[in-house]
């Protein structure tokens, strides 16, 4: 392996991986969601993309309304507690937006496909799906007899996006990822797909990922590039360094639901602004709001 | 009210998948009364959480601080869920019909929607492989049809083919808590039957809102009201924002 840094610009890193007509995964459940990376797609105007993520969230939601998506896989298109997600509604409910396809699975069988994916196999077995209508609505959810015992499994296709976007807390300038708090399936995502964007936090010395190696989520050898972008996943979270803005979230139902206050959000928020340091420049409040409170775990002892 | 139903439906020492919303507040109050050793798993990952504020999402950075162990998602549906740990889930849904199916996905036709729902997340398996499920819903015509408009998670089966004839190897559906009343389902007919009333609910006020003609138990019970512990942990310590406590 080289080592030459893989530390490059959102801009970059989106210019140089996220093309028209890809298959794009920005994934985290709840925890660690790349906003900084939806918005920077936004900015360059992708345009055609297929979109996936078990939960569309905000992110996904602005995304669709800025025009960048065709279509939409996913298990779960809710705003957690709060709503709806209006972009995606009008859109899929034929209310003026330009229409979505859209794939649909549970959340079991989203991570299935991550997990035949990143095992470079053609599906996933799964027993689940009987007695639902969702194999009647999704074609591509199939049943295999077992060769063992006969039994009737439920299927789902791999999933091998063109490009999947991790943000984390940590990384080296090699793309070594440290995550912790919910681990989602950034790392079945990551290694299901052709090239992987890392966004952290911090950058650290290889030293400290060598330090605690059982941290390390996704190793540097399937990393294409590597972001830092402090508050990146904001109004997600960070475990350790920032608190979710559920504010942000709550406040998005009447947002989302007025197509011109969405509108006006993205011209502000998004395309307004250069880079997600101007972003973060607009909302000086955002560490006196969120910024974590200490709790540090001991530490183990890693010798022999 | 309903939270208060739901916490006694559950066993100290059970393992419960905890979804959104009510159960939420249901199962940390259960912890915080008969059930401290309850062990709540979350499927963003969180497995023996206890969440020092109401989680708003079930992916609350609140459920890791402390919790035994957080682990992958395809290690909760794959390890834990379908290797049929879970005893309790937990399910809301904007439908339920006769037979405890139940909709979080469309009303109206898949393909032109009137409304379109979050749709499954990981509500079709717990539905699935839980050995029992509990639903919370608010009762109303529009909330309980005969039948639902999608079959997001499967109940008995109605007419069709039974649960064991699927291979499901959980009991599904077993009662149903509303804001009037406990349905539970009729181990015979896979039907929801009125089980018990709330204090000053009437049969009559609960078929009412109900697409089907719903039997009742020979003698339905009552269901006692949240005493002033409950209420107490329920106002001042659980959910002091009302984020799921309403009126």
């Given amino acids: 392996m080289s080592d030459v840094s893989k530390v490059v610009s959102m801009r970059d890193a989106v210019a140089r991986f996220v093309h028209d007509g890809d298959t794009v995964v920005i994934e985290g459940f709840t925890h660690l969601i790349c906003f900084a990376a939806g ?40 705003n957690p507690g709060v709503g709806s997600l209006h972009a995606f509604r009008r859109a899929v409910e034929g209310r003026g937006a330009p229409r979505l396809e859209i794939e649909e699975y549970s959340h079991f069988g989203m991570v299935a496909r991550f997990a035949a994916g990143a095992a470079r196999l053609p599906f996933w077995p799964l027993r689940n799906y009987m007695g639902t209508d969702l194999p009647r609505v999704n074609p591509r959810i199939r ?10 499994l439920a299927t789902v296709p ?3 996006p063109d490009v999947s976007i991790i943000h984390a807390q940590r ?22 797909s052709a090239h992987v964007i890392v966004v952290v936090e911090e950058l650290v010395d290889e030293a400290v990922i060598r330090a605690d190696p059982n941290r390390t989520v996704i190793p540097a050898l399937i990393v294409d590039a590597v972001v830092v972008e402090p508050w990146g996943a904001h109004p997600s979270y960070a475990q350790g360094y920032y608190d979710r803005d559920n504010g942000f979230y709550v406040a998005w139902e009447a947002r989302s639901r007025d197509r011109d206050a969405l509108e006006r959000y993205l011209d502000d928020f998004v395309r307004g602004v250069s880079d997600r340091a101007a972003y973060l420049e607009k909302q000086p409040d955002l560490a006196a709001r969120l910024k974590a409170k200490e709790r540090r775990c001991a530490g183990v002892n890693y010798g022999f | 009210m309903m939270a208060s139903v739901a916490a006694r439906e559950l066993v100290d020492g059970e393992v419960v998948f905890v979804g959104i919303g009510l159960p939420n507040l249901a199962c940390n109050l259960a912890r915080a009364t008969h059930a ?5 798993v979350y499927e963003s990952g969180a497995v023996g959480a206890t969440p020092a504020r109401l989680p708003v999402s079930i992916g609350d950075p609140a459920l890791v601080t402390g919790s035994l162990m957080v682990c992958g998602m395809a290690d909760v549906f794959q390890l834990i869920l379908q290797n049929g740990r879970i005893a309790v889930g937990f399910l809301g849904g904007a439908q339920v019909d006769r037979y405890g199916n139940i909709n979080t996905t469309v009303i109206g036709s898949y393909e032109r929607p009137a ?10 398996e717990i539905a699935i492989h839980a050995r029992r499920t509990l639903v919370v819903a608010k009762l109303s015509p529009r909330t309980f049809p005969a039948h639902v408009d999608f079959i997001t998670s499967p109940g ?10 699927l291979r499901m190897p959980g009991a599904g559906p077993v009662k149903v808590i509303t804001d009037k009343a406990v349905l539970e389902v009729d181990e015979g007919t896979g039907e929801l039957v009125l089980a018990a009333l709330y204090p000053g609910v009437e049969a009559s006020d609960v078929r009412g809102c109900v697409g089907w003609p719903l039997a009742c138990r020979p003698r339905p019970g ?26």
């Fill in chain 1, 171 to 192: 990384a080296d300038a090699q793309g070594n990822t440290q995550i912790w708090g919910l681990l989602g399936v950034q790392k079945e995502a990551a290694f299901a």
């Fill in chain 2, 222 to 247: 009552r269901v006692a009201p949240p005493d002033a512990t409950e209420l107490r942990l329920l106002r001042d310590v659980l959910d002091p924002e009302r984020l799921y406590l309403k009126g």
């Fill in chain 1, 143 to 152: 049943h295999v007899t077992c060769p063992y015992t006969g039994e009737a």
């Fill in chain 2, 156 to 165: 008995h089966g109605g007419a069709g083919a039974s649960r064991r004839q």
């Fill in chain 1, 158 to 160: 791999a999933l091998n």
């Fill in chain 1, 39 to 78: 918005h920077e797609i936004i900015r360059q105007g992708r345009r055609d993309l297929t979109l996936c993520r078990l939960t569309p969230d905000l992110i996904y939601d602005q995304m669709i309304a800025a025009g960048c998506a065709r279509k939409l896989v996913f298990s779960w298109a809710g």
């Fill in chain 2, 36 to 40: 401290p050793r309850l062990v709540l």
């Fill in chain 2, 115 to 124: 409304v379109r729902l979050p749709g499954s997340g990981g509500a079709a």
